[in-house]
């Protein structure tokens, strides 16, 4: 079983820049599968200042990463990670719909993804799937020690933390991250200002910077 390390060596630190901010998109998911442990690897690997993670918590109150409303395996229609224990969510193959490489990939806990997110300095993008668990989170989140890398969503996020826009001429769903030319263009277009950027990879855009 993958367990998550508590540093990633950066491939590229010069590429790290105080003018924009790289927020990848359920981590690196145009290198791994989305919301694995290999994707929050090659987030930091890529240089990425932070991590956009959807939050589900198990029928038995765990917290887990995981996007869709339906699920890998045939459980029927209308089963969701909501209706799973623990342990039935932990035996989901979540890699093999991306390829062989990826087989056996299992949905990590989220307590294990936020110390990997403290010990590498990666700021925090909630998407919270499950209703009705934002007190839970939030105090979660205040445990793992990273109450002020949570960026969004606001009402959780540390009120005194600078509120840094995202970017709104360019956005992941356009695509063309792997484009160096097209990333150097949005970064032209940004100017000097201090932003954030969604992105699906950052390595042309951190390139780029």
Not at 51 to 73: A, N, Q, S
Not at 96 to 125: C, E, H, I, T, Y
Request: include cysteine; proline fraction near 5%.
């Amino acid at each position: 079983m993958l367990t998550l390390p508590c540093v990633v060596a950066l491939l590229f630190p010069a590429w790290k820049s105080d003018q924009v901010e790289i927020i990848l998109h359920r981590a690196a998911s145009m290198q791994a599968p989305e919301n694995t442990i290999p994707a929050l690897e090659f987030a930091v690997k890529q240089g990425a200042d932070g991590i956009e993670i959807d939050i589900r918590r198990t029928l038995d109150g765990h917290f887990v990463l995981y996007h869709d409303d339906w699920l890998p395996d045939t459980l029927g229609p209308l089963v969701k990670i909501e209706d799973l224990t623990l342990a039935e969510a932990r035996r989901l193959d979540v890699g093999s719909r991306w390829g062989k490489r990826w087989k056996g990939l299992r949905v990590p806990l989220l307590k294990d993804v936020l110390r990997f997110a403290k010990q590498n300095q990666l700021l925090l993008f909630y998407d919270i799937k499950t209703q009705g668990i934002d007190d839970e989170l939030r105090q979660m989140t205040l445990e793992a020690g990273v109450g002020r890398q949570v960026i969004v969503p606001e009402r959780l996020a540390d009120p005194t933390r600078e509120k840094i826009p995202f970017w709104s001429g360019w956005g992941y769903l356009k695509g063309g991250e792997e484009d160096p030319a097209q990333m150097a263009a949005v970064v032209k277009e940004i100017g000097t200002q201090r932003t954030r950027l969604m992105a699906d990879d950052c390595r042309a855009l951190a390139a780029a910077l």
